[in-house]
């Protein structure tokens, strides 16, 4: 196993997580018996998605030299009604801003984001439906 | 689509993500052009499996009237050595600590997270091989 991360119980729902030497802390909401100290864990696994995207994009675009002002990757979720709840699709917003943004490129760039690098994204695609669209605002 | 995140390039291989209303960063390491501001994108997979799992199982337990002292959840993780780079492999261990905790309690309640409550855990467990053990520290 070559990743690790931990998870320590404070108190009620909250939760200290450790991940690559980082603090993050995790909550349930008032409704469920949370403090609302930190997010959910089910999001979690859009944060993954959106990181690892968004990291290849902008490292492929800068090594195509295309410069952007604003980039933004918003992530939609869908969860089944039924327990165990689960996300059944997830749509990924790629958002840019810049001086005369070649579309071809940034399609590009996603494109090899989504088929090539992105490996959240590739396991993500087994088990759920999978969609995004890019805007240049 | 009922669950949403966002993320915010901020500069390099940094962004601000923003979930449930709380602010989290993302960085890459130094020897891929990051500038170590925030944990990696792919862990976030092992904290949304292990908070999702440790609400489950800290909430069952309160509801056994079993009172633990001390819980924590750790997730170590395999990832494939090729591109897409993803999880191949999760092992769960749930450790606790206590005054004579009922060791059949614990695994009642960890059994009925990743049978029946645990969304994350059934959707990895569809594309990964996802184990679990249990330690009374």
Redesign the interface.
Known sequence: ?????????LDK?A?E?E????K???D??AD??GTEQ???????????????T??DV??IL?KMRVE?D???????????EE?????I?M?ITYEFKGKELPMDKLEKAVQLSQD????????YR???KLTHEIKIL
């Open positions: 196993m070559n990743e690790s991360i931990n998870l320590k119980w729902m939760f997580g991940v690559n030497g980082f993050i802390m995790l349930a909401s469920v018996g930190g997010p959910r864990p089910k999001p979690m696994m859009m944060v993954a998605l959106a990181g690892c968004a990291m902008i490292s800068n952007v604003h980039f933004n990757v918003n992530v939609e979720g869908e969860l089944t327990h165990p709840k689960q996300f699709a749509h090539k690098y992105c490996g959240v994204s590739a396991t087994k088990v759920m």
